[in-house]
């Protein structure tokens, strides 16, 4: 087995002895600046995915880290393909841990509706710590949808089970061409419930 395939299936069977959480969908709390989010993790649908997360979040590796960018349908940048998010969670290098595969919606069965959320990536199994939050349906960001010229999607997850009015209100915040939110909303902590 691939080293960080087999950390990811340790990762996932230890998340299976927290006492009062079903093993096939843990949440997380993400105590922000703006307010509470609580993320329920899709462990069973998409195993590889929810367990690189939940390994950031086990870590601490988002404790402090930010939301720093919002993508808005006035946004100049998102005119092609247009799609309406939250992104957070980038670290610096030295925090980040080994890229996972893809695990793309069309063998998941997830979508990226409402509050679905989803990892970042730059190409093809090259997710690390950076995901993103849906506000509305974004079907583009699915396989086979137009955002990625490689036609390959993202990964979801997971869905925001509480808080989408915060998720909104980063949304909305102040944000600068680059979509970079002026300031970063910071992510005070993430702990599993």
Partial sequence: MIPHVMALALSLAASAAVPGVSPDHPRVLLRTEMGDITIEVAADEAPLTAAN?????????YDG????????KASPRNQAVPIEVIQGGGLDAARQLPAIPLERTSLTGLRHED????????????????????????????FGGKRNAD???????????????VVRRIHAAPA??????????????AKRL
Avoid: N
């Fill in 53 to 61: 997360f939940l390994r950031y979040v086990d870590a601490g590796l």
């Fill in 65 to 72: 880290a930010v939301f720093h960018r919002t993508v808005t």
């Fill in 115 to 142: 509050a679905a959320v989803s990892m970042a990536r730059s190409g093809p199994d090259t997710a690390t710590s950076s995901f993103f939050i849906c506000i509305g349906s974004q079907p583009e960001l699915d």
């Fill in 151 to 165: 036609g390959q999607g993202f990964a979801v997850f997971g869905r925001v089970t509480a808080g989408m009015e």
């Fill in 176 to 189: 600068d061409e680059q979509e970079r939110l002026t300031p970063p909303v910071k992510i005070l902590s």
